[in-house]
């Protein structure tokens, strides 16, 4: 089903912001999504003031930015022609990913959410910006599958079926992360066999952690979110 772009406009908006509550972004990220041919993206600035009018539409086969848009947009025009099955896209900079792909070339999962990142999570070993399609294109080539890419020295992205699913997904990326840097050297990372059974149930139980981020995102500091039954 084809989602309007004035809901897209709004779903980006409700990532941006909680991306920025969660504490997953400061000064710098975005979200974007596509929509047949156009790709829709957060404007450049603080994700915690983004608004659907402010979200900046461009075509998907792009060859110059419009005004207003992220200068790492090419990121995101560079993964989705690089895989059709990404639908939205999260761009942040968790701390622990600065750790973690500073030591490795790749991270295994330590525990059955971070499966739904998939089976592993490149690390693009180049820190520049991504602001230009030349650096792009290898850093979306640096994640053939999966959902979760690290890049050295500059945070990561993620991908989703939605921009909701894309931010629930870099929460899950910041935690694989701390997961990682606390267990050392010596952690046993999940067998092929337990990352596919997790990765089963991913498309049943990543929306429920979204929309619990969601509430958690919007609620008041120091207000208590109760938490439904497994």
């Known amino acids: 089903m084809v989602v309007a772009a004035s809901v897209l406009r709004a779903e980006l908006v409700e ?9 997953l972004v400061t000064a710098y990220g975005h979200v974007s999504a596509r929509v047949g ?3 829709l993206i957060t ?3 603080d994700l915690a003031t983004a608004t659907e009018s402010t979200v900046v539409s461009l075509a998907l086969d792009a060859v110059a930015l419009p005004p207003g848009a992220p200068a790492e947009t090419w990121a995101h025009l560079a993964l989705y022609r690089a895989r059709p099955d990404a639908a939205a896209v999260a761009r942040a900079q968790p701390p622990a990913t600065f750790a973690v792909a500073a030591r490795v070339d790749a991270v295994r999962p330590l525990h059955g ?3 739904w990142l998939g089976e592993r999570v490149p690390v693009h070993d180049d820190a520049r910006l991504l602001r230009s399609a030349e650096l792009a294109g290898p850093a ?4 053939p599958a999966g959902e979760a890419l690290l890049l050295r020295g500059n945070g990561a992205l993620t991908l989703g079926a939605t921009p909701g699913l894309a931010v629930a997904r870099m929460w899950l990326l910041a935690a694989a992360c701390a997961v990682h840097l606390d267990a050392g050297p010596a952690a046993r990372p999940l067998s092929t066999v337990e990352i596919e059974s997790w990765r089963a149930v991913g498309a049943e ?4 952690l979204w929309a619990h981020l969601r509430r958690r995102a919007a609620a008041p500091a120091g207000a208590d979110l109760e938490e439904g039954s497994a």
């Open 140 to 143: 979306a080539a640096s994640l």
């Open 43 to 45: 404007p450049a600035g």
């Open 15 to 23: 990532a941006a912001r909680a991306l920025s509550a969660l504490g």
């Open 113 to 115: 959410q971070a499966a």
């Open 37 to 39: 041919a156009e790709v």
């Open 205 to 208: 139980l990543l929306p429920r």
